[in-house]
């Protein structure tokens, strides 16, 4: 089964206008982060930012918010006013069971991405 | 910013030849992970070390790949022989302080290798 799953495979947004990539995720941990990290077509992996899941708000870092919703298993991410540098590839990921022992603990699982097109 | 310096940026060889490839993790991060990267299987984890031991490496041919840390500051990912379908992109990401009872430091990656098996 997909731990990290990203439904859109291509978005579209204006320049200027906010947009939001879906993040769904299955774990049965209490502990938990998920991630996000762009890859711009020069191709290096940028971290974004984080959410733990034990965190009361949800997560912001400048443009970028974590739109986090425990129950639903979802952390989306909205990035406010976009940019033409904004156009990239954008990878959700979870890291599990950090706050226990075990060959799992720190692995991140990825997403399939989801790219994102911002248009003048 | 510390980064996580990866070599080489690329490389093209001939099928059956030695491939190796280096990383410097970030100073200071006790964990090393290697991923590969390909438009069919996306990014998937090959191995990865705490304090230079390894903990995982399921993820790895172990045939043909190896990956040791021979020191703090050098981890190394060694295809032989490498095939055409080793072709793909290779990062590095290293990690701060990463333990059982470990926060939420993200990983940092690495620019990648670029290999191609011909």
């Known amino acids: 089964a997909q731990k990290i799953t990203q439904t859109q495979p291509g978005m579209f947004v204006q320049e200027k206008e906010a947009v939001t990539l879906d993040c769904t995720y299955d774990?049965?941990?209490?502990?938990?982060?998920l991630f996000w990290y762009k890859q711009p077509s020069s191709g290096e992996m940028i971290f974004l930012i984080y959410?733990?899941?034990?965190?009361?708000q949800n997560a912001t870092e400048g443009r970028y918010s974590l739109n986090f919703q425990k129950a639903r298993k979802s952390a989306n991410l909205v990035i406010s006013a976009s940019q033409l540098g904004d156009s990239a590839m954008y990878f959700c990921a979870m890291r599990e069971g950090f706050s226990r022992g075990g060959t799992s603990y720190g692995k991140l699982t990825f997403g399939q991405g989801t790219i994102l097109t911002v248009h003048p | 910013d510390a980064r996580v310096t990866q070599t080489p940026r690329h490389k093209v060889t001939e099928m059956g030849q030695e491939v190796t490839m280096r990383c410097q993790p970030i100073?200071?991060?006790?964990?090393v992970f290697w991923y590969r990267q390909t438009m069919m299987q996306g990014l998937e984890l090959l191995a990865y070390?705490?304090?230079?031991?390894?903990?995982?490496d399921s993820g790895m041919p172990k045939d043909r790949f190896s990956a040791e840390m021979p020191d703090a500051t050098l981890a190394t990912l060694k295809i032989q022989p490498s095939e055409p379908r080793d072709s793909a992109v290779y990062f590095c990401?290293?990690?701060?302080?990463?333990?059982?009872?470990?926060?939420?430091?993200?990983?940092?990656f690495g620019d990648g290798t670029r290999l191609s098996i011909l």
């Open positions: 070390f705490r304090n230079r031991a390894p903990l995982d």
């Open positions: 774990t049965s941990d209490p502990s938990y982060g």
């Open positions: 990401a290293s990690g701060p302080n990463w333990g059982p009872t470990g926060g939420l430091q993200p990983q940092h």
């Open positions: 100073l200071g991060h006790n964990t």
């Open positions: 959410q733990g899941s034990y965190d009361q």
